[in-house]
């Protein structure tokens, strides 16, 4: 039986599509995003129960009442909202910060995490090469315009790409402390301790999806996962920062083939880097 719908849960916006019965895959935006930014993807995924949450103070979640968004908070929160739609086990997959938030709910719950799957997420700070100026708006004009939006948006497409409008007026509604204070929040995990040694400390399969036309992390970081014991590394040929818009057959079919063989737990030998062409 095929589910489609969203929820509140612990103030989080819930939304699943797909056999409830099947896998849980829980998908994670990135800052500054929605769970719309998984819209490509998800008809692609449906043969697991996929479920979308929107992150604190982004999309049609509230911000939290604690005004705290560290990592640790929202890997706390992101759990109790699993809990409570009954999900036991998932594969959580992250797109760039979403992939903080994936790894800071495995720490506060590994036993919800099975694998997680990061897409262009930075391993670390010295990888970031977006131009500073990209990295937030003058207060003094928020709500931002959509050509402001779409010049803040441009190192997270590759070039010609078409920034969704519907991804341009959500950003439009959100509130400049809920973009800047996850910003924040999701440089200060990365500054304490790079993602690659985080991840090794967790010992589960881990699967890193990257773009090689990325400009806002640098595609070559891809490596550092490289000390993640048993990593999957896949370069996409093409894709700029955000391939789960630009190249979502691409990246689901990647996504798909490692989830098939996550479950077995067998997953053998050093890090495998592959370029999909």
């Known amino acids: 039986m095929t589910s489609s719908g969203a929820s509140p849960h612990d103030d989080l916006h819930v939304r699943q599509d797909g056999p409830a019965e099947a896998p ?15 819209d490509a993807m998800v008809p692609l995924l449906t043969s697991h129960r996929v479920i979308r949450i929107d992150l604190p103070g982004h999309g049609r979640s509230a911000g939290p009442a604690d005004g705290d968004y560290s990592l640790p908070a929202l890997g706390r929160r992101l759990a109790t909202a699993l809990d409570r739609v009954g999900v036991r086990h998932a594969v959580v997959v992250g797109h760039s910060s979403g992939g903080y938030a994936a790894t800071a ?11 997680l799957v990061l897409i262009n997420t930075g391993p670390r700070m ?18 931002p315009s959509d050509e402001l939006v779409r010049r803040f948006a441009s190192t997270g497409f590759r070039a010609g790409f078409q920034v969704p409008q519907v991804l341009v007026d959500e950003l439009r509604q959100m509130s400049l402390q809920a973009v800047a204070s996850a910003m924040r929040a999701s440089t200060a995990y990365l500054t304490e ?19 090689d036309q990325d400009g806002r992390w640098r595609p ?16 996409l040929s093409g894709a700029g920062h955000t391939p789960i818009l630009e190249e979502p057959a691409r990246t689901a079919a990647l996504l798909l083939a490692f989830t098939r063989y996550v479950p077995c737990g067998d997953l053998d030998g050093d890090a495998r880097i592959r370029r999909d062409e």
Do not use: C
């Open 24 to 38: 849980a895959l829980l998908l994670l935006h990135g800052s500054a995003a929605t769970s719309r930014s998984w």
């Open 105 to 115: 709910l495995a720490e506060q719950r590994p036993d919800l995490v099975r694998a």
């Open 220 to 235: 070559s970081s891809a490596a550092d996962y490289g000390v993640v014991p048993d990593a999957e590394i896949q370069m």
């Open 126 to 143: 010295n990888a970031f090469i977006a131009p500073p100026e990209q990295a937030a708006f003058d207060p003094a004009q928020w709500p």
């Open 193 to 211: 301790r790079a993602l690659p040694d985080r991840l090794r400390a967790l010992g589960k399969p881990v699967q890193v999806i990257f773009g």
